[in-house]
Structures are given as structure tokens and as C-alpha cells.
């Protein structure tokens, strides 16, 4: 018996065909042909299982036979921001994991100490959808182009103002809130200890020098909360996943 492959196609039922990309792949590496059976995800939370009907070179046209809503894993919206790490090798790993455990959106950040100023999207957008696709998700996470670290608190601000729906919004750094000289306020304590189950999760992840103070406190002063993951020191794109799999054991 086959194994049953899955592809993205956006706007998969109003299409009959894989994208073209998605098209060599079933032909020339499957080798896939009339008559196999497959399944499609739209990235908004649908599967649908269809037939191939045709296959050539470049081509792959289908049939549905069947659509299957999905239910979500987690149920609240789960947002990281995250500055990407020099190495972009590390931040590739970062969204290919987080999608296999599960999230919805992603913003790179340009903070203070980024070490990387500029990333180029493209490739993130292939890994998401590839790790989408070998984890069997339903929906795709929304990926964003890289924002100044001021400017992303205004476009949090705005999207609050217009859906008048505040989030839970998180803050995590390093830096000691016990010395009054940093003027950081007091935290709460751990990630898993003051998210609450149930409710749209926005969390900040710094660069490998860390948020500034300013942005802590500028975050601070915008409704952010400081918040620690652990003890242990972490890389960037370790704290980012463990921030994830914090939120996702939490609504799961």
C-alpha cells in the first residue's frame, strides 16, 4: 500500500491542478500517476484528498474526492518575534521545528544588537511550508518581513486599537531586574507560570546580545511583560522553540 503523499495548494478547491513546483515533485520524484491518490492542504485548516487524473512532465491535475475540515491543535493565536540569528542555518532550524510543534505567525526582528539586518524571506517561507507538509499541520504560519524593533510596537499597538482585542504580549531577556539602575520592572516570573491558557500569546525573542534595556523598557511601557524561560542561558533559536512548546503544552 502507498503511502499517502501531501502537497500545499493554496486554494485547493477552487484549482485542479498542484502548483508547479509541487507538480515535479510528485511526478518526477514519486512518481505519481493517474489514478494515485493524494492529499492536499490549503494552509487555512483543510485537507482534501484527491486523485490524480493527470501526470506528465510538469503537470499534475487532480480530482477531489473528498474534503476533511481540520481542527485546530492549539487553539489560541501564537505570534513570535524573533531577531534571526547570524547563522541563518540556526534560524531555518528554528522555523522548521516551531511548525512541526505548532504556531501561527512569525515576524523577524531588526533590534539594537542584531548581529543580521536584513533576511530574505523566500527560503523561510519553502521550510515553513515543507515542515508544514512532513508534520501533516493544517494551517501555515503567517510569515512577515522583517521589522525595526520600534516599528513592530506600533503595528502591535495598531493591530490591538483596530480588533480591540489585547493580547497576552511576553518580553524574554536576560537582563537582571533586580539592579533599580536598569529601571526594568519587576517580572512575574517564568513563561509557563503566567501565560494563560486559552488566549492570544504574542512573545519577543532577542538577538544573541539581547534585547537593550531601551527596548525592554520601551516594550515594558507598551503593555509587554518580562518574562524569564528557564535558568539555563539559550541560544536564540532554542529560546524561541522553547517559548513554543511552553505555549503549545499549555493549550493542548
Not at 24 to 39: N, S, T
Not at 58 to 69: A, D, H, Q, V
Amino acid at each position: 500500500m502507498k503511502e499517502v503523499r501531501f502537497f500545499y495548494v493554496p486554494n485547493a478547491n477552487s484549482v485542479n491542478e498542484l502548483p508547479e513546483e509541487e507538480a515535479q515533485h510528485a511526478v518526477r520524484v514519486l512518481r505519481m500517476e493517474m489514478g494515485d491518490e493524494m492529499m492536499l492542504m490549503d494552509g487555512e485548516g483543510t485537507f482534501y484528498r484527491a486523485i490524480v487524473t493527470e501526470a506528465s512532465k510538469k503537470r499534475c491535475l487532480y480530482r477531489i474526492e473528498e474534503t476533511l475540515p481540520q481542527e485546530r491543535q492549539w487553539q489560541p493565536h501564537l505570534h513570535l518575534a524573533m531577531a534571526p540569528t547570524k547563522n541563518m542555518d540556526r534560524t531555518e532550524w528554528f522555523a522548521e521545528k516551531a511548525t512541526e510543534i505548532g504556531f501561527d505567525e512569525l515576524t523577524f526582528l531588526r533590534c539594537q544588537w542584531s548581529e543580521r539586518t536584513v533576511i530574505k524571506t523566500e527560503r523561510i517561507e519553502k521550510i515553513l511550508v515543507s515542515a508544514m507538509k512532513q508534520s501533516h499541520k493544517a494551517w501555515k504560519p503567517v510569515l512577515n518581513e522583517m521589522t525595526d524593533f520600534k516599528t513592530f510596537l506600533q503595528v502591535v499597538k495598531g493591530r490591538e486599537e483596530a480588533t480591540g482585542k489585547p493580547k497576552q504580549k511576553f518580553i524574554c531577556h536576560c537582563h537582571d531586574d533586580s539592579d533599580p539602575e536598569t529601571g526594568i520592572a519587576k517580572r512575574v516570573g517564568l513563561l509557563k507560570d503566567v501565560v494563560k491558557a486559552g488566549e492570544d500569546v504574542l512573545v519577543m525573542i532577542g538577538p544573541e546580545g539581547d534585547f537593550s534595556i531601551d527596548e525592554v523598557k520601551q516594550a515594558e511601557a507598551m503593555g509587554f511583560q518580562s518574562v524569564s524561560l528557564g535558568k539555563s542561558r539559550l541560544r536564540t533559536e532554542t529560546a524561541g522553540l522553547v517559548a513554543v512548546h511552553i505555549i503549545n503544552l499549555i493549550n493542548q
